[in-house]
């Protein structure tokens, strides 16, 4: 019996021991590792890395930046799938244990002991959550045992449900996908909620090993990987052997998308990413998860986004076809795989689709798209396809589709909408259409001129094909684009749109260079004496020229620097009154929106509000913007200010800062007047021949002005217009700046359908907004021939006038009646005959 006591007191004394010396080894592993355990504050306050996210206005996503792509989410949102897969497959005892699983740990403190080194362990899911959030993936004994200790620490701090939610977050499902919300997103293009269970699992078996395992890289492994997660889910209770049995046989239904924006604006995206590198750092950009809302009107971008793609697409088939992009050698149409994976490789540009030509019948293509889709195409869709020679010339019309397209070549086609028949109904879901990439390029913007909000902004044809953006970044030859403020110079110097100016030919030499200028008209065509307001509608050269010979080249340029445009891309030549300067899109944008607001100068901008991920408004907008009550009630100030009376002092606070109100840079009055007669532009002028063969819905309005612009050599083609509540400005060219658009391609043609395209979507169903007549502008019955005023009884045209400015002369009775009516009646919207030469309406003078 001693014995056994003995044996007793020693067996307990010894096991004191062991545990004295375990709690040791433990309390000393805790002092080891306890400096590099986060405070329990971190724990609860994590901070998860969010990409930034952009929205137009109208909190439309149009583009997310970081270094990760992570979309936070609540465990509410998490499927219950993907819980039990995850629990099963990495943790079974989860919901048991307090952190550290022990006879995990007791292996690894085996392999520790006699290796020398940490090399596999057990890591419990709190465990990962705590290397996740906190450490890094070294293997060591150092990190595991900070590891353990930490997992304890999250355990006593937060929920099971609060670490579920974390580690959800937190992990890496490759492909820069941060948390199962952004995993979704990548893998499957839909919300987290939305998985079903052979999607679930394949997501929790792809965190065994993001290569190894993975979907898009590795899909047989995958599948295999996903099959045991449901086997473990399966002999867990999880789900039932009927569910089991159908999960495994679902195909694989991953593959890589994109962020899922809800509309196209990747340069204004690439804008903003840009400005908040600069404002905030990289770090505090990419991973705060901030929020930039933009002046973007989402109606707006997506009509910009058509109808400049519209736009080149109708400018590049005028000029031809210049065949496929590739013929495929030893073609094979049975060989789907490489097909495939050509197609594949060959982005989609601007929506014009890769296909390869398969079949072609008399008048018919038959195509295999991406999808494996066969699809044809009739002669509709081919027939435009004449062969491109060079920029002016074109091969005769194909009269058959062995012309345009042979077997086995790569080309683009185009989706052109539904097919309808002469009563507008449906007869077929898709019209497909022969297409190409279009060579020329262009750039739109559209603003308010108020306070030079931008609304829409597109840079290029396609974002990925080509990032340089055209509107901010291509300077270009304005050419007539030009003109509306040469004339609003002119009028600040005692001109009016009465005044005669001649056009005829003009010479000018310049004795110190040695050089003689001859600016022509387009057409060589001059009518002698000419009223300005005729000379703008028809953007008539040698009265532009003859007009900045008056006031002085000088003169002309400070005024355009006054009204914003930069001096340093100008020259005082008179050369500048036929756009000879290099201005981008948005200044010119800009400067139109001077004649829109009513002579205020604004800022283009596009950034709004920018807001911390948590909603705290760091940043808000604060532009120079029109506001005529604010003048009224300053200058009464001013009257106010010497009068004794303290209730006469007690002002009401001003509708916008003082410090923002916008500087008058332009007469109120000159602007309303070059308004006016670039109203003409639309009604009676260079736009004209345009909007009616499109049947323009904008020739119904009175509200809205703009001016055309070619440069020489037709290298260049503009069209800017406004009304009082949005400006626009088009441009269309090559990035060559030699290369020419082609004989004929004046703004008129290439750029206006873009503005014209642009508008009709906006505009439509909205009222009217004329710019109103200001103060000081008087109207007055003149002779359209002398721009004298009337005589008593004259049957005369009216006019608008400065009232400092208006004519005194009255005309003689001798007037030449028959060039009244002549005049009057080329300035009303009548039918033209056929034959007769309504071209001359859109030409403007591009050779100087």
């Known amino acids: 019996m001693k014995i056994a006591i003995n044996i007793l007191k020693k067996l307990a004394f010894f096991v004191s021991l062991l545990t004295i010396f375990g709690v040791m080894i433990v309390l000393g592993a805790y002092l080891f590792s306890a400096p590099q355990i986060p405070a329990i504050d971190s724990l609860k306050n994590v901070q998860l890395q969010t990409p930034m996210r952009i929205f137009t206005q109208d909190k439309k996503l149009i583009g997310e930046f970081g270094d990760v792509r992570r979309m936070p989410i609540s465990l509410e949102q998490v499927p219950k799938n993907f819980i039990n897969a995850l629990i099963a497959t990495e943790d079974q005892r989860f919901l048991e244990h307090s952190g550290v699983d022990i006879k995990g740990i007791m292996r690894v403190l085996k392999v520790a002991a006699t290796t020398g080194e940490a090399t596999e362990g057990a890591s419990t899911l709190t465990m990962q959550t705590a290397r996740n959030m906190f450490l890094t993936r070294e293997k060591s004994l150092k990190r595991k045992l900070v590891e353990m200790f930490l997992a304890i620490r ?171 992009e590739l013929l495929i050698e030893d073609f094979n149409p049975e060989d789907k795989e490489a097909l495939t994976t050509l197609l594949e490789s060959t982005p989609t540009i601007g929506g014009l689709e890769p296909a390869i030509v398969i079949k072609v019948d008399e008048q018919s293509i038959e195509v295999l798209n991406k999808n494996l889709q066969i699809i044809n195409i009739d002669w509709e869709g081919l027939k435009w396809a004449a062969k491109f020679i060079s920029d002016t010339r074109i091969g005769p019309s194909p009269k058959k589709a062995s012309k345009v397209a042979t077997v086995g070549s790569l080309i683009r086609i185009l ?83 009465a005044s005669l100016v001649n056009d005829a030919p003009f010479i000018k030499v310049n004795d110190e260079i040695d050089e003689v200028w001859r600016p022509q008209n387009d057409n060589l065509k001059y009518n002698g004496p000419t009223r300005l307001r005729i000379g703008l509608k028809k953007s008539i050269n040698t009265i532009s020229t003859r007009l900045i010979d008056a006031i002085g080249a000088d003169y002309a340029e400070e005024y355009l620097v006054k009204i914003g445009l930069p001096d340093e891309h100008m020259d005082p030549y008179q050369s500048l009154a036929l756009g000879t300067a290099s201005f981008t899109p948005l200044e010119m944008a800009m400067a139109y929106a001077v004649l829109a607001n009513g002579g205020y100068q604004v800022e283009p901008y596009f950034i709004d509000t920018i807001q911390s991920a948590e909603g705290d408004i760091l940043y808000q907008a604060t532009p120079k913007t029109v506001c005529h009550e604010c003048e009224q009630m300053i200058i009464n100030r001013q009257l106010n200010a010497d009068k004794p009376s303290p209730e006469i002092r007690n002002y009401p606070e001003l509708p916008v800062a003082e410090e923002q109100i916008a500087q008058l840079v332009m007469d109120p009055r ?163 005959k056929k034959g007769e030469a309504i071209d001359e309406e859109e030409q403007e003078d591009s050779i100087f």
Not at 191 to 208: H, I, N, Y
Not at 306 to 311: I, Q
Not at 429 to 451: C, M, N, R
Not at 753 to 772: C, D, K, Y
């Open 415 to 497: 989706d052109a909408g539904p097919k309808l028949d002469k009563k507008g109904e449906i007869v077929a879901e898709h019209q497909w259409q022969l297409s190409q990439i279009p060579e020329a390029v262009s750039g739109f913007v559209a603003l308010e001129p108020k306070d030079g909000a931008i609304t829409a902004l597109v840079g290029g044809f396609d974002y990925l094909s080509n990032k340089f953006n055209l509107v901010t970044q291509a300077r270009r030859q304005p050419g007539s684009n030009i003109k509306p403020f040469i004339y609003a110079a002119a009028f600040n110097k005692g001109f009016t749109p």
């Open 154 to 324: 999250m355990e006593q701090e937060l929920s099971k449900d609060e670490i579920l939610e974390l580690y959800t977050n937190k992990v890496h499902f490759s492909h820069r996908a941060y948390g199962l919300g952004a995993a979704a997103q990548v893998y499957y293009g839909k919300d987290v909620t939305e998985l079903d269970l052979p999607q679930a699992a394949m997501m929790a078996g792809l965190l065994k090993g993001e290569s190894a395992y993975n979907p898009i890289s590795n899909p047989e492994r995958a599948i295999k990987r996903r099959n045991l997660v449901l086997n473990r889910m399966l002999s867990e209770g999880y789900i039932t052997q009927e569910e089991f049995a159908e999960a495994v046989e679902t195909p694989l239904t991953a593959k890589k998308h994109t962020a899922d924006l809800d509309l196209e604006a990747p340069y204004v995206a690439e804008m903003v990413r840009l400005d908040i590198l600069e404002r905030f750092g990289r770090e505090q950009a990419y991973t705060e998860g901030l929020e930039i809302y933009t002046t973007l009107d989402s109606k707006q971008q997506i009509a910009a986004n058509k109808a400049l793609r519209k736009g080149l697409l109708a400018y590049d088939r005028r000029h031809g076809y210049k065949g496929p």
């Open 670 to 832: 000159d602007a309303f007047i070059v308004y006016d007669m670039m109203k003409d532009v639309i009604k009676s002028g260079t736009a004209t021949t345009t909007l009616k063969r499109r049947k323009s819905s904008l020739l119904k309005r009175n509200d809205l002005a703009g001016k055309t612009g070619t440069a020489n050599d037709y290298k260049d083609a503009w069209f800017s217009g406004f009304n009082d509540g949005l400006v626009a400005s088009a441009w269309v060219g090559f990035s060559d700046h030699r290369r020419s658009l082609g004989k004929f391609e004046y703004g008129g043609k290439a750029a206006l359908p873009i503005w014209a395209e642009f508008m009709e979507q906006v505009l439509a169903g909205t009222s009217e907004r004329a710019i109103i007549q200001p103060p000081g502008v008087v109207s007055a019955k003149i002779d359209p021939v002398t721009g004298k005023l009337a005589a008593i009884g004259q049957n005369g045209i009216f006019e608008y006038f400065r009232d400092d400015n208006v004519p005194t002369e009255v005309a003689e009775v001798e007037t030449d009646y028959d060039a009244i009516y002549d005049d009057i009646n080329s300035n009303l919207d009548l039918p033209t």
